[in-house]
């Protein structure tokens, strides 16, 4: 079968693990990600914090070689049929975790630094993301002019925002002004910055996945109930790996409320809040059966497809597989937007 040719809004890379341990100092490298194997779990401990114990199994299925040789990922990109990709961390998204503010500054600058000449140089297919500090605005926003100058654009965020740092509050419109003026792209990656492991026992695994997806989807009730994206119209945001068919069901919510709590409303917004999200939040599935229909029966056309390479919960190394069952009875027009045209849409590409 013909190959179907897509860019990806989601994938990522496999930091080398002293990465940290190259650039810090030792007293910050020891608290930057760290993994340690034994009894055939795989430990990460971030900032004193155990973050994850993952059966080694599990991680080692989610390492082909091209997780971290970027010669063998562009191959696979090859033959998987992937022009571009969106480029997320795997170890960089920890920083997410860390509650030391100078730990966190040095950890994202030493991940973008990496990410810079180790992804981004090595071809313009691959659209790394870099990494802010979520401890300190002024520190994220030092960091996303020193990343823009590095040629970044792709912006990770974490879906859940640290303690106390809500993404309705003030204390991030510094951050969302200067993404805004620098044409920069926040891509909310769902599965970090939180708690993954909420249920345990049986069911656990499914309802642990479910409940990823739903911290993406406050990432959107905050910035457009909060008149973050309405007063920065220009503005877009990706919520990447989260599927795609939630978001006119959670337009509807909101406008609901804005119209029928109307009393209790503040700000008001200068479009309905569905207006808002059609308009700047982008979504990223793999597989969902319901992200097509999501676009011809409702309209919502921010809609990207993702690999998730190198995960399980992505399609890799049966991308064509998948695309075939998703596009071969589609609407050109429809596969068009969502395996190309919504991507180059968000990063400015193709124009
Ligand atoms: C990026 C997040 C995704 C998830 C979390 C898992 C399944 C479980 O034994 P028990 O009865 O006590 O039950 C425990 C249970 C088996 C229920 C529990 O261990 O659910 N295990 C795997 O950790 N699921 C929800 S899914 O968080 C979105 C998808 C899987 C990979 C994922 C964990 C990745 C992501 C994302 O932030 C990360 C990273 C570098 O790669 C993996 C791990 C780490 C976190
Ligand atoms: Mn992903």
Known sequence: MAKILVNSADSHVLERLDLWEQALPSRLAQRAPRVERKDGKETVYVDGQVLRRDPIAFQEAMRPPGAEN????????????????????????????MHDQE???ASAAAYNDWCASEINAVSPRLIGSAVLSVVDTDDAVRELHRAMGMGFRAIFMPCEPPKGRPYNSEVWEPLWSAMSEAGAVPCFHIGTGGELILARGPGGAVINYVETAFPGQRVVAHLVASGVLDRHPSLKIAIAEGGV??????GDRMDEAYRQHGMFVRPTLSALPSEIIYRQVYTSFQHDRSALPTVTALGYDKVMWGSDYPHLEGTFPNTQKVLHELFDNADPVVTE????????ELFGLGA
């Open 103 to 105: 730990l966190a500054a």
């Open 70 to 97: 970027v010669q063998i990922r562009l191959q696979d990109l090859d033959d998987q049929g992937i022009q571009s990709e969106a480029v997320f961390p795997s170890r960089g998204l920890w920083i997410a975790h």
């Open 337 to 344: 937007r969502v395996t190309i045209g919504a991507f180059n």
């Open 245 to 250: 068919a939630w978001v006119p069901a959670l």
